[in-house]
């Protein structure tokens, strides 16, 4: 089987003759699933994402951090649908050792409650077990039904923008498996991003109504644009100009691997109409976070597919880079 994505779509293929009573407003495929509430205009949003032991983090890496950053990418995932985080579930299987000497686990519970409390959320119940460490949450989050931010809402002539800088927690990574050198402020940047994701959960609420779909950059921007581009039935086009510049001291080659390759960012992809520019604007001068406009939405004869091509990279002659050694993107199975 080629790939996660294959994979993912191989499973859900048997789930076809799944007879449910209580159809969901939207099922898989998206940051989260949608779940109607009594109140008709609201729903729920629930997401599951799991981190692993070798996978997604060293065994030596602080559990504290490693703590926040398990919440963390689950409420990235409520923040992407615009839904408000409040109830969590978290599935622990642990070393025996943990079980002896709790220090670690303590320190991974505190960073866990610590992300709860920043963003008020509740966690309800789990489940623990023996077994190498790994973590899976459930977060479950209120949106008003009308307004959640999916993949397939994007329309043509759409800006496409992005939150922060994404690139740095990759960067962070190459610098901690791979030696390779950053210069002392692009470190501490690279390290806060890799270890302390800041979920975009008020940004998100405040896309309500004003974006017309959005993803969280959790697999690298060429790929997880792409999900919107393919869900959407649309190519995006994003300009190079307009993509955050290689920070000083850094290789542009790298850099730009990181940047529209690298995953684990946790920042906000979106698209919008052009009239919501100055709103958009707005939304980031009052949540002091930077908003930048990297391209927009297209109609094209091939538009809707996962092709690699559906997502490209304009030059400043308009040329499409060649962008085949970072389209990838992040791949379990790849
Ligand atoms: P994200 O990166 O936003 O967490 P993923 O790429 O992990 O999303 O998953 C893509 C979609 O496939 C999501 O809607 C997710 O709920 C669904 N999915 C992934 N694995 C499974 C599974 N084992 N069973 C059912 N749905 C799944
Ligand atoms: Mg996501």
Request: net charge negative; with cysteine; glycine share 10%.
């Amino acid at each position: 089987m080629a790939g996660e994505f294959a994979l993912i779509e191989h499973l859900l293929r048997q789930t076809r003759a799944n007879q449910a009573t209580h159809p969901p407003v939207l099922g898989p495929g998206d940051d989260c699933a949608l779940i109607q509430t009594s109140r008709p205009d609201l729903a729920w949003a629930v997401t599951t994402d799991m981190l692993v032991a070798g996978v997604h983090f060293l065994e030596s890496d602080n559990p504290r951090d490693l703590g926040w950053k398990t919440l963390a990418v689950n409420l990235s995932d409520l923040a992407a649908m615009g839904a408000v985080p409040r109830y969590v579930t978290l599935a622990a299987a642990i070393h025996p050792a943990d079980a002896a000497d709790t220090s670690w686990l303590d320190a991974f519970f505190a960073g866990f409650i610590d992300c709860a409390d920043t963003y008020g959320v509740a966690l309800i119940g789990g489940d623990t077990t023996r077994g190498p460490r790994v973590f899976s949450v459930t977060a479950m989050g209120e949106v008003l039904a009308n307004h959640a931010l999916r993949r397939s809402g994007a329309q043509a002539g759409d800006d496409i923008w992005v939150s922060g800088t994404p690139g740095y927690a990759t960067l962070g990574l190459q610098a901690k498996l791979n030696g390779v050198f950053l210069p002392p402020d692009v470190t501490a940047q690279a390290e806060r991003a890799l270890h302390h994701p800041v979920p975009r959960v008020s940004l998100g609420l405040g896309l309500n109504g004003l974006a017309h779909s959005a993803i969280d950059v959790s697999d690298g921007m060429l790929q997880d644009l792409g999900h919107i581009a393919q869900a959407s039935g649309l190519d995006a086009m994003l300009s190079e100009g307009q993509l955050p510049p290689c920070p000083r001291g850094v290789d542009p080659g790298l850099w730009q691997f990181c940047l529209l390759g690298g995953g684990d960012d946790y920042e906000l992809l979106f698209t919008a109409p052009v009239s919501a520019r100055r709103d958009i604007t707005g939304l980031g001068n009052s949540l002091a976070l930077p908003l930048t406009r990297i391209g927009s939405m297209r109609r094209t004869a091939e538009a809707g597919t996962m092709t690699p091509s559906n997502v490209q990279v304009l030059d400043e002659a308009q040329k499409p880079m060649d962008l085949s050694r970072l389209r990838a993107g992040f791949d379990h199975f790849a």
